[in-house]
């Protein structure tokens, strides 16, 4: 009989027990989501030497801008067949700590986490690191300059005429290179930009031609290469770009002028030779 009230009342104890803690858990609700600021993500580049760079942007960077750098994770063969990589961001929550928005990641596999942990524990800061890829191969550009009409004779209109020439290589795999001509045209210094990895397009873009005559020409071989994406420069390949500049219809001041007519130039008077008188 004790033994049966001792467990009655062990028994409304318990429950008693159970109620407060679940009232408690009522009033309490569930644990906070940890929310971030910033986020360390690998940021994809366009060179196959090194395919991402450890960034750590602010959310609202991620949401706005690295969120739209979608592609596949980096492989050495994505950039020969003009394939775009994408960002590896790990999935977070951001926002209000009570009802935080959940962002799951972008190139989060197996694979992105190899090269975001730089491991296959996937434990530890960022790194960002790749296996070594496969042996890169290169191109190159040689680039000259092509001129005519020059020197202009007279005084242009409006505009300059240039004393000196300079263009602008800028490729998807880093290289950004300034090459300078010769006034009367040939080739650039540098003549050959080498080591550009195969697979990168390339812009070339003469600098200053704003200010040029209107009636300056100026034209690129191949055409399209002033715009991007530009020229693609395949492995072991030397792909040749020539600028020309044509200076030959530019006005100068005066050269509309009808020139005043021209008069025939008188001859002096030829000289009087008194002859001698002699006196006897």
């Given amino acids: 009989m004790r033994a049966a009230t001792a467990r009655a ?3 409304a104890v318990a429950g008693t027990i159970a109620m407060a803690m679940g009232s408690w858990f009522l009033v309490a609700g569930p644990a906070s989501a940890e929310v971030v600021e910033k986020v ?7 060179s196959n030497t090194n395919p991402y760079v450890v960034n750590e942007p602010d959310v609202a960077g991620v949401i706005d801008g690295h969120a739209g750098h979608t592609g596949p994770v980096w492989d050495p063969t994505l950039k020969a067949d003009h394939i775009k990589w994408g960002d590896i961001i790990p999935p977070f929550d951001y926002g209000d700590p009570g009802d ?4 799951p990641g972008l190139n989060w596999s ?7 942990y730089g491991s ?10 790749t296996p070594p890829p496969v042996e890169q191969q290169f191109g190159s550009l040689s680039l000259t300059k092509d001129v005519s009409g020059l020197p202009i ?3 242009p209109i409006d505009g300059t005429v240039p004393t000196s020439f300079t263009a602008h290589v800028s490729c998807d795999d880093g290289h950004e290179v300034d090459v300078t001509f010769p006034i009367t045209g040939g080739a650039g210094t540098p003549a050959t930009i080498d080591q550009i990895e195969a697979g990168s397009q390339c812009t070339v873009v003469e600098q200053g031609v704003d200010t040029f005559r209107t009636q300056t020409v100026v034209s690129y071989t191949p055409q399209g290469v002033e715009v991007a994406p ?5 492995a072991n390949v030397d792909v040749p770009v020539t600028i020309t500049n044509n200076f030959e219809g530019v006005d100068v001041l005066g050269a509309d002028v009808t020139a005043p007519p021209t008069t025939q130039a008188v001859a002096p008077a030829a000289a009087v030779v008194a002859a001698a008188t002699f006196t006897g």
């Fill in 40 to 46: 360390t993500i690998c940021h994809r580049t366009n």
């Fill in 9 to 11: 009342r062990w028994t």
């Fill in 120 to 129: 296959e524990t996937h434990e530890g800061p960022a790194v960002c690191s």
């Fill in 153 to 155: 004779v007279g005084t």
């Fill in 100 to 103: 935080p928005t959940h962002f």
């Fill in 110 to 116: 197996s694979e992105g986490q190899d090269i975001y």
């Fill in 230 to 234: 530009g020229i693609f420069v395949d």
